[in-house]
């Protein structure tokens, strides 16, 4: 197998069943208690920021995005970004997240956010949020919140507890693009 033969599209609803079964694979049971799947039982992901690595025909990775709140901020959520063991380590969820980041800047989304590893997504262009600027619904490693800025000064509109944009109470204010 090389990488010519994977192939990247947006996420259809075709390829839930074989999503949540690679995200059964990569994070087992203990997904559901994670800070970032409570944010995502708030609402539904955005389909239109979320793609899938396809090899003969069988869905082998996927990112989604998930629209979120905090404070009057507002961003997407990067994950869960999970890719087949057999195609590890071969840049398919790089590839994944740059599309992801790439779709989000030309819809205006003015930041992503995640929970993940700095020595990973950092030359992807996340950085560490900091800390005691946001909180997550349940407990997370704070080294591992990490925001790809968009429009400048966004990141910093994100403050308090983080909840899917549809459960948002404090009313979003406007970031104009640079």
Known sequence: MTLADVTYMPE????????DEINAEAFGPGRFTRAAYKIREGGP??????????????????????????????????GPLAVRPDFKNMGIGRKLVAMALAA??????????LVGDEPYYGPLGFVRIPRGQIEMPRPVDLNRLLAHEIV??????????VCHANLAKTPQRTTEPA
Do not use: C
């Open 12 to 19: 259809a609803p075709a390829h839930d069943l074989e999503i």
């Open 104 to 113: 989000a800047e030309k819809s205006n989304e003015p930041a992503v956010i």
């Open 45 to 78: 992901h955005d389909r239109s920021l979320s793609f899938v690595a396809m090899h003969g025909g069988q869905v082998i990775a996927s990112v989604r995005m998930t629209p979120i709140a905090a404070g009057a901020g507002r961003a997407q959520m990067l």
């Open 152 to 161: 400048p000064g966004a990141v910093a509109e994100l403050t308090g507890e």
